[in-house]
């Protein structure tokens, strides 16, 4: 039976970090995302690691997970314009001392699927010591989108989170804090514009317009009727 090391380690991956001290990439928010009603939110998990954020993009399209007793890894793939997007590692890699980590790819039929749920478990992480302390990390995953779910990965034990985006909008981008493993999550998410609305004003503009010009004005503008307008961050 194979048994985890236990692990002291300095300070510096059980005291909270200032924002601007941790892997931060600092994506600017793609075009076709309107900031209009952003909200700052306080990642679930621990305050260990240091921080990090994905930034945001047009949705998710795949997602690996390394786990065992807890999750020790994300790295998260997006969408952006229709190129993908590879983000970087979040966490560490005990893999080549621990035979029971596993590797887990979940690949989205993007744009079809999109992910519209995370949920989990977070407690303390006794096999880490750090000043007489355990270091409370993510110690499970569920992902679900639009079509199907994906896990659960790690252990599922501890404090339970659960977030889930509703009327129509996605999860586009990642952020947490992470260091020898992934101590805590957050999410920034996007909705879609109202389809009814758009509709109503396309039927206004061809009472008003001239045909040609009423069909220029639909062939420019057809994409904003599938695009993300509003960016939340949770």
Same mark, same amino acid.
């Given at each position: ?11 510096? &991956? ?10 931060? *990439? ?5 075009? *076709?995302?309107? @900031? ?17 954020? /994905? ?15 807890? #999750? ?6 997006? /969408?952006? /314009? ?17 035979? @029971? ?6 690949? @989205? ?28 990390? #993510? ?9 199907? &779910? ?13 977030? &889930? ?14 260091? +020898?493993? @992934?101590?805590? #999550? ?10 009814? =609305?758009?509709?109503?004003? *396309?039927?206004?503009?061809?009472? =008003? +317009? ?8 639909? *062939?420019? &503008?057809?994409? =904003? ?10």
């Amino acid at each position: 039976m194979f048994v985890t090391p236990t692990l002291s380690i300095s300070c510096i &991956t059980c005291v909270q970090q200032g924002e601007e001290g941790g892997n931060n *990439k600092g994506h600017e928010s793609p075009g *076709k995302i309107r @900031l209009d009603g952003f909200v700052p939110g306080k990642p679930y998990g621990g305050t260990g690691g240091g921080p990090w954020d /994905d930034g945001m993009y047009h949705g998710v399209r795949e997602i690996t997970v390394a786990s065992d007793l807890c #999750i020790e890894s994300i790295c998260v793939a997006y /969408d952006k /314009d229709g190129e993908l997007v590879n983000g970087d590692k979040h966490g560490g890699d005990t893999s080549s001392v621990n035979p @029971l980590v596993s590797f887990n790819k979940i690949t @989205l039929e993007y744009p079809d699927e999109f992910l519209v749920s995370v949920s989990g478990n977070y407690f303390e992480a006794p096999w880490i010591v750090c000043n007489g302390c355990n270091p409370v990390v #993510i110690r499970s995953l569920k992902f679900e989108s639009n079509r199907r &779910t994906f896990g659960p990965f790690g252990i599922e034990v501890g404090t339970p989170f659960s977030f &889930t985006v509703e009327d129509g909008g996605q999860i586009v981008g990642m952020k947490g804090r992470s260091g +020898w493993y @992934l101590d805590a #999550i957050g999410f920034h998410i996007a909705h879609a514009p109202k389809r009814k =609305l758009f509709r109503r004003v *396309k039927e206004s503009l061809k009472q =008003l +317009w001239p045909s040609k010009a009423y069909d220029f004005l639909i *062939k420019i &503008t057809k994409p =904003l009727s599938i695009v993300q307008c509003t960016g939340i961050s949770m």
